[in-house]
């Protein structure tokens, strides 16, 4: 139940294209949910995060769905760019964990020119 | 700027020796975590520490330990490495944001250890 089921595995998507990673959970406590951006030979960074109290979160050509009913949630990157080839990793946070994240198994990305 | 720094960028090491992994941040946080990476397997937990002298399991602990005796440094420690611990480990720590309860983890870059 502590599981964030992150899919695809990995993405192939033209400059320009919609990229599309999903995750979904179980837990109804998780009550915040970041994504994270890894590129190689670096540590994961926050990308952009959501709160369960909203269904959108918009940050330029990053956005995050939320579907609380369904427990899905999922990252677009619009006009996706090479630049954004990268390991993504969505996550999940327990209400009172004091910062605990429980991480999916991560998103190869790759943004062909 | 916010920064977290591993001691090593690459680390290879024999097996059955000690192997001490040390990770230091400069933002005062209270939080610190010791992940492990591997392809396919994402971010796992090892450990992490909620204060000093403080420790809490994570979800693959067997085979490690830690210390954190200032609040700056957390410190992951191989008794006795094993091939199987080949794998990049990661370090990250965290505060709550203000005026809310959500942490941002802040990572290093990373340590990649081989043990042959």
């Known amino acids: 139940q502590q599981q964030v089921k992150q899919s695809p595995q990995s993405l192939i998507v033209q400059k320009g294209g919609i990229s599309i990673i999903n995750c979904a959970y179980e837990n109804t406590a998780f009550d915040y949910f970041p994504w994270y951006q890894q590129f190689p030979g670096k540590g994961p960074a926050l990308l952009i995060a959501i709160r369960p109290d909203v269904s959108e979160k918009k940050e330029g050509r990053f956005t995050i769905s939320f579907n609380k009913s369904a427990k899905q949630f999922s990252l677009h990157i619009m006009d996706s760019q090479p630049g954004d080839s990268a390991t993504y990793f969505c996550a999940a946070q327990n209400r009172g964990s004091q910062g605990n994240l429980i991480f999916g198994k991560g998103t190869k990305l790759s943004v062909k020119p | 700027d916010v920064k977290v720094t591993q001691s090593s960028r690459y680390l290879v090491k024999r097996t059955g020796e000690k192997v001490f992994l040390e990770c230091v941040q400069d933002?005062?946080?209270?939080?610190m975590f010791w992940y492990r990476q591997d392809p396919g397997l994402g971010l796992r937990l090892i450990y992490f520490s909620y204060d000093v002298k403080m420790k809490e399991k994570g979800d693959i602990p067997e085979g490690y330990s830690v210390s954190r005796e200032k609040k700056e440094r957390f410190s992951l420690i191989l008794e006795s490495a094993s091939t199987n611990q080949t794998s990049m480990y990661l370090c990250a720590s965290s505060s709550p944001t203000s005026g809310a309860v959500t942490y941002e983890q802040y990572f290093g870059p990373g340590t990649r250890l081989t043990v042959t």
């Open positions: 933002m005062d946080h209270e939080n």
